[in-house]
């Protein structure tokens, strides 16, 4: 597979140089596979992810109550809930990524069991890989797809239940299609796509 366009993202290059054994030269860089660059990518994303949420979100809204988490956080002076704070910052990025074309891959966090409906999948690639994550704890679904012009390297990610505010949030939100998740369970998906030829 070739890049559309090189990929050279600071923070990914120097954890996929690690990864991969190379050096950090540009020329390794640009050669990075871009598996490689969604494994390295999703690293970063689930850290920072997972750290919030049990450091931040579970801790001071579930253990201690000095504040309390809300998808209306504005209005009632609360924590942003983590799942607005992945789609905050995958905004965030595909703006940047838009006066910056070397930047060109976007994420999204999706569900089977969508609270907010713009977070259900929409390709094919998207459905089956959230359906593989959830039946095969542990593995990742790796695909291409074409969309447009463009054909992507498409990268989907378990993304599961690593507090108890993750289960209760869902299973007691109004809009909830599921009740019934426990710590550990895969509750939807971090998607990545990369270009890879156009």
Known sequence: MKLAKPILIAGAVLATAGLSGCNDSKEEAAGISPKTMADALHLVMDSDRAVYTKKIVNRLAAKEKVIKASEHFEDEKALV??????????????????????????????????????????????????????????????????????????????????????????????????????????????????????
């Open 81 to 198: 809930l983590p799942a607005q704070m992945f789609r905050f910052g995958a905004e965030m990025v595909a703006e940047k990524a838009e006066k910056n074309p070397d930047i060109n891959f976007t994420y999204s966090l999706q569900s089977l069991w969508p609270i907010n409906k713009q977070n259900a999948p929409k390709t094919e690639a998207e459905k089956t890989g959230l359906k593989y994550v959830a039946d095969n704890p542990g593995q990742n679904y790796y695909t291409e797809e074409k969309l447009g012009d463009t054909t992507y390297f498409t990268a989907v990610y378990a993304d599961t239940a690593v507090a108890p505010v993750c289960a209760s949030c869902h299973n007691e939100h109004k809009d909830t299609p599921r009740t019934d998740f426990k710590i550990g369970d895969v509750m939807g998906g971090v998607v990545i796509r990369i270009p890879i030829e156009s």
